[in-house]
């Protein structure tokens, strides 16, 4: 049994992976703004109401993980904010708001929870293939894959700082997937994997894939792009 914290757990492929790894007796931390009732109902799953662009919302996972779990095991960074929108058009303030949730979210997270992380601890940054292949990217999601591309990068120095004390990072690049968000984005367009096939590939590598990688980034994608 290992301690898995979750986030964007609300819908898509965070609330696959919130039930899977609860449904396999581990216990899970689901984090998001809004809690289905079906993740409150399972008793392995602890829900906390948590904005990550608001850094002092997430005094609510330190004072939990303090007083309760007291380590954690896994972290999966899956929490994600899509604007699509051309360049020109895009604020500074909606700019800023992409990378509050996509960037400085997952840094703030993860710096709460190191002190709770031991040898053999993971954690898994849920990325895109917008952040790292080229120009094979969509038009008007400059703020989106800009800052997936910010993350891949943090997670490579963070494997590099704390590699001596065997915590792992590592990132996945997903493809399309057919989640709530991708549909509000691209309405009628059919991703060619759904949610829950895709948490199945990211659940059992939350759980093994720091045995074989540290620092890396992995593209999870059959299709270009």
């Given at each position: 049994?290992?301690n ?46 948590v904005?990550?662009s ?12 303090s ?47 190191i ?87 990211v ?23």
């Open positions: 049994m290992k898995i914290i979750i986030t964007g757990t609300s819908r898509g492929i965070g609330y696959e992976l919130a039930l899977q790894f609860a449904n396999a007796g581990h216990n899970v931390l689901a984090i998001s703004r809004k809690t289905p009732q079906t993740l409150i109902e399972n008793p392995n799953i602890t829900c906390l109401s904005d990550l608001n850094e002092k919302d997430l005094e609510k996972v330190a004072g939990f993980l007083q309760t779990w007291k380590k954690a095991d896994v972290i999966i960074h899956n929490a994600g904010s899509l604007l699509l929108k051309p360049f020109g058009e895009i604020s500074a303030v909606e700019f800023e708001n992409v990378y509050k949730v996509n960037v400085f979210g997952v840094a703030n997270l993860t710096r709460i929870c002190p709770f992380l031991r040898k053999g601890s993971h954690v898994v940054t849920i990325s895109s293939m917008g952040g790292i292949q080229g120009s094979m990217k969509f038009a008007g999601l400059s703020a989106y894959s800009s800052s997936k591309g910010a993350v891949i990068t943090l997670s490579e120095l963070l494997a590099e700082e704390y590699k001596e004390k065997g915590i792992s990072f590592n990132v996945l690049a997903l493809g399309a997937v057919q989640t709530e968000m991708l549909h509000e984005a691209f309405p009628g367009y059919e991703a060619p994997i759904s949610a829950k096939e895709m948490a199945d590939y659940f059992n590598f939350a759980l093994t894939g720091n045995k074989y990688y540290n620092g890396k980034v992995l593209q999870v994608s059959s299709t270009t792009p």
